[in-house]
């Protein structure tokens, strides 16, 4: 492919999230309400859409399981994929759960659907007590002491793949992180000096999240670049190149798959090639030679 600019994801992608953000939302929602999802139901939630946001999927997660306390008898698959059906994201997870259970059940979830407690309780446990106090400007008040599960995410870009993609294309950021948990990632990886920030787009830079394409078209309006290779680890990614194609034709965009987060396997691989990705590569680290290939 003969891509002009490179957008990178960063969960999954340049750093390994499976003991930081993901099992921020399992133990948040323990940690709240006493019973939680697994691990691995998490990817349910990234396939349904819409949930490119940790703590709006830890809110879902969490609804789900005082859902079941009042009535609600599916399992968390069937719920992902009402969820999906619904178009995906919170609010279809909050509509799925009213048409299942009645208006009386959902509001006694609703009064327990505590969300402010649950993002605090998942930035006390990703970031640890030090970046807690520094970034989100409280005490943290968990009985339990941690580091942090920010310091538990292992680099996945090699340094040999970054020089090459640094060196032949213009490098962007688009991710659902906010700025400041961004910046601590790209600093880690050898990134944060490298791409300035009018060529990332956190969570802080707009307010409709992927797979919007508003994000994707800008960086590549930024870059003036005729055709872009947008990479990233979940469908929604995949879905944002497709939906930037159709929103500014007169470029080339490329939804480029990595099976290095939730999406493994041949299951993972058709997963993408279902909706709609160039290529499905092994990790970030075989981009240089796809895009030379």
Known sequence: MNADAVVLDIDGVLVDVADSYRRAIVESVES???????????????????????????????????????????????????????????????????????ARATQRVTERWDRERLRDVFQQLYLGDE?????????????????GFIHDEPVLLESEARDRLLESYDVGVLTGRPAAEAEIALDRVGLDDAIPADRRFTMDDWEEG?????????????????????????????????????????REYSGVGVLTGGLTGE???????????????ESVNAIPDWLES
């Open 32 to 102: 709240v309400y006493d019973r939680t999802i697994r691990k691995d139901d998490i990817q349910q939630f990234k396939d349904a859409g819409g949930f490119n946001n940790d703590w709006e999927l830890t809110y879902a997660a969490a609804l789900y399981v005082l859902a079941t306390e009042e009535g609600y008898d599916r399992s968390l698959e069937d719920f992902t994929d009402a969820i999906a059906a619904a178009g995906g994201g919170l609010e279809a997870a909050e509509a799925v759960v009213r048409e299942a259970i009645g």
């Open 210 to 250: 992927k797979p919007h394409p508003r994000a994707l078209t800008t960086l590549a309006e930024r870059f003036d670049a005729g055709a872009v290779a947008f990479i990233g680890d979940t469908l929604d990614d995949v879905r944002t190149a497709v939906n930037a194609s159709e929103a500014d034709p007169d």
């Open 267 to 281: 299951e993972g691989r058709r997963k993408y090639e279902d909706a709609g990705a160039a290529a499905v590569l």
């Open 131 to 147: 970046l807690y106090r520094g970034l989100e400007g409280g005490e943290p008040d968990l009985e339990r002491e941690t580091p």
